[in-house]
């Protein structure tokens, strides 16, 4: 049966240090916690008939293996990589093994707006969107756009 909003969740990534989102440099991050995210994404999705499969992890190899369980069961990925957008080509290449799926990828600060180092990402270069800078906000949007991607039928991967 093809993969929908409807029949699949998104799969909602988070990487390293967001799991301190709220507690860690508020200045750049804001206040909400990684709940408070969870609950805007769970409400998002549901306003389009939807759900959410949210998770977070500081290591690298989880992500990669939660990224292959996606391109089996879920409509599309929604990845806030955090500092491994800078440094992971094997969630790159996790994410050019998901044919077909959308990934959308978040960032709650403008990283053009940091150090240089921030200004890379590989994974922008398999992304179907980049949203940076919107806060908290920005992961409702990333949902939103998976929402729209994924309206449409999809042969299973």
Sequence with gaps: ??????????????????????????????????????????????????????????????????????????????INPAAYSHTSVAILDALNACDGLPVIEVHLSNVHKRESFRHHSYVSLRADGVIAGCGVQGYAFGVERVAALAGTARADA
């Design 1 to 78: 049966m093809p993969r929908t909003l409807a029949n699949a969740p998104i799969m909602i990534l988070n990487g390293p240090n967001l799991n301190l989102l709220g507690q860690r440099q508020p200045e750049i991050y804001g206040s909400d916690t990684l709940a408070d995210v969870e609950a805007l994404c769970v409400r998002t999705a549901a306003a389009h008939g939807g759900t959410v499969d949210f998770r977070q992890s500081n290591h690298e190899g989880t992500l990669v293996d939660w990224i292959h369980e996606a391109r089996l069961g879920h409509c599309g990925i929604v």
